[in-house]
């Protein structure tokens, strides 16, 4: 699976894909679900490649780690989802 830093800067720099409608899904640690955002709502400034910010629909901007990217949806097609790890159990603690 190639990384999801290699991934948006592929969709930002490629013009062929200029033209698709692409989302990003995050994990939303308050509200405890997948938050969508468009891609033209995020913006990597700053300097870092760490994380990007989120402008919500709402007006509030969210700084977004990389890490708690889960899924990235081009024309409404599921394109990149990471791996959800698994859920420790009793002998493995």
Avoid: N, Q
């Avoid at 190639?2 to 592929?10: E, Q, T, V």
């Avoid at 995020?42 to 990217?69: K, N, Q, S």
């Amino acid at each position: 699976m190639i990384p999801i830093r290699d991934l948006l800067s592929r969709i930002r720099s490629d013009p062929e894909l200029r033209c698709s409608k692409f989302e990003i899904g995050y994990r939303d640690r308050i509200a405890r679900r997948i938050a969508r955002v468009p891609l033209d709502r995020v913006e990597f400034a700053g300097g870092t490649r760490l994380a990007f910010d989120a402008l919500e629909e709402d007006g509030a901007v969210h700084t977004v780690p990389l890490h708690r990217v889960r899924a990235v949806w081009r024309d409404g097609t599921l394109i990149w989802e990471r791996a959800v790890p698994p859920v420790p159990t009793e002998a493995a603690r």
